[in-house]
């Protein structure tokens, strides 16, 4: 009889673990608390429109490239349309009132950064080539095994992102446009490591594309072949325990009291949350305590654009728009400063679109800016956090208007999120964007492990391996693999 795996989460973690395990002949169930599946890849719809919540771009989805292999991997490839961005301007950084385009490709990448700062070039080169190395040594790259990381120089995952720059470049605007994209990660400085940074610009210089119709397609099409092969999904079912014995995890219980008996238990949800559902002495209060004092990335608020039909051309690039000289530190503001800076994108709901029907402005907000209204139920804040909200969209709005004249009169309607709605679905910690932060001076005692002292209950998702879509899927491949093993003998 197959062995049966609980997963808690439908995330692109639990589903893409849930569909490993399903095709390596294990009985698969996905629990999700929330009536939509999918987590960060979630999408709501409003007036017609549909607007993406979290994966708003992937990279490095061309034929034969890394994510694309993944894709195939896991059967979902023919079912996700793609749209690829600009190769000569996937990115458009802005800083100091000065705009540069970042482009596809190692080569075009040094000659277009080289010809804005001709002085640079030969350590542009230099910068290329220990990206490439750094991800030729990582897991993210080949799925061996995570003992293959101890390949890549350790200097690179404890050195952090703005000392290796100071290294390699002495021109302090070339060395802030390399770190304009950061919000894609929530990098801070003096703090999140050099080989965070190599992988998201690697992933994204080899290719980048939307999700034609968006990224809930890959939320289905992941739940659409699990349940081909047998296994289920469930959405508004809540795990509120995991039951355990005096050795083992033996199943999980949800709040409407039905008890699913398991094998392996899978929990891809933020790893506060998962402590929350265990009361096992196998979980060490010093395992506890660090967990729960891991740090975490930034908070966000965003504004959801509906354009009036056929006035906003479609934009094939990411706008990142700062109003000082620098990215760094748009975590760190007081009232009068917010926002310092955001990010501008489009959502492509068809192929080749002419017009945008929607866009989203992204900017950094701290949870202890909306900490006030975390105990009132969703949808019933009041008025003052109404008032909040459209005060906070309008200061945005404003400041997108500076960079991109003529939007706001394009404009049908808007819709926005705070930190708290990330709380609300996602169950991350304090509305953190991409959950527990890489950091340099925590070294081994800031990860996040696979395996737990539970013998056969582990943690995946975006908070285990690393962020963003790779990551995760990588990190599915990883814990899947180690019950694939022990199932195994």
């Avoid at 070339?174 to 919000?183: A, E, F, R, S």
């Amino acid at each position: 009889m197959a062995k049966k795996v609980v997963i808690i989460g439908s995330g692109l973690g639990g589903l893409s673990c849930g569909l490993i395990l399903q095709r390596e002949g294990f009985d698969v169930t996905v629990l999700e608390q929330s009536a939509q599946i999918g987590g960060c890849l979630q999408c709501f719809v409003r007036k017609g429109t549909k607007f993406e919540t979290g994966m708003h771009f992937i990279g490095s989805a061309a034929h034969g490239q890394k994510m694309n292999t993944l894709f195939e991997y896991l059967g979902i490839a023919d079912a996700i349309p793609l749209s690829p961005l600009d190769a000569s301007a996937y990115n458009i950084i802005t800083l100091g009132g000065q705009r540069f385009c970042i482009p596809n490709g190692h080569e075009a990448f040094v000659e277009q950064m080289g010809s804005y700062f001709p002085k640079e070039k030969d350590g542009l080169a230099e910068y290329m080539r220990i990206i490439s190395e750094i991800s030729a040594c990582s897991t993210l790259n080949f799925l061996y095994s995570v003992e293959r990381d101890r390949v890549l120089d350790t200097r690179y995952q404890t050195t952090s992102i703005n000392e290796i720059l100071d290294e390699l470049f002495s021109d302090e605007l070339l060395k802030n446009i390399l770190v304009g994209d950061l919000p894609l990660y929530a990098a801070e400085k003096d703090k999140t490591p050099f080989s965070t940074h190599a992988f998201i610009m690697d992933f994204y210089n080899q290719s980048a594309f939307r999700v034609v119709g968006g990224s809930d397609l890959i939320a289905q099409a992941l739940k659409n072949n699990i349940e081909c092969l047998g296994g289920q999904v469930h959405a508004r079912q809540k795990v509120s325990r995991i039951v355990c014995d005096e050795a083992v995890a033996t199943g999980v219980e949800t709040t409407d009291e039905t008890f699913y008996s398991a094998d392996y238990i899978v929990s891809t949800i933020h790893p506060n949350r998962f402590l929350e559902l265990v009361d096992s002495r196998l979980l060490r209060p010093v395992f506890r305590t660090r967990i729960n004092h891991l740090p975490q990335t930034a908070a966000g608020f965003v504004v959801y654009l509906k354009f009036k039909e056929n006035t906003v051309p479609y934009m094939r690039s990411n706008y990142f728009g700062y109003r000082e000289s620098s990215p760094w530190g748009c975590e760190h503001y007081t009232e009068a400063q917010w926002p310092k800076g955001f990010l501008y994108m489009h959502l492509c709901h068809e192929a080749n679109p002419r017009f945008a029907r929607s866009g989203e402005i992204i900017s950094y907000m701290n949870y202890n800016d909306v900490a006030k209204w975390q105990h009132l139920p969703l949808g019933h804040r009041g008025d003052d956090y109404e008032d909040f909200k459209r005060h906070h969209a309008e200061q945005l709005l404003t400041l997108l208007e500076q960079h991109q004249p003529g939007v706001l009169d394009a404009i049908d309607s808007y819709y926005t999120s705070t930190p708290l709605t990330y709380v609300d679905y996602t169950g991350t910690e304090g509305g953190s964007m991409y959950g527990v932060a890489k950091d340099i001076g925590l070294g081994a005692s800031g990860r996040v492990p696979y395996r737990t002292k539970i013998p056969n209950l582990f943690l995946a998702g975006q908070n285990v391996n690393s962020h963003g879509i790779m990551g995760v899927l990588v990190g599915s491949i990883v814990a899947c693999s180690e019950i694939i093993r022990i199932n195994h003998g």
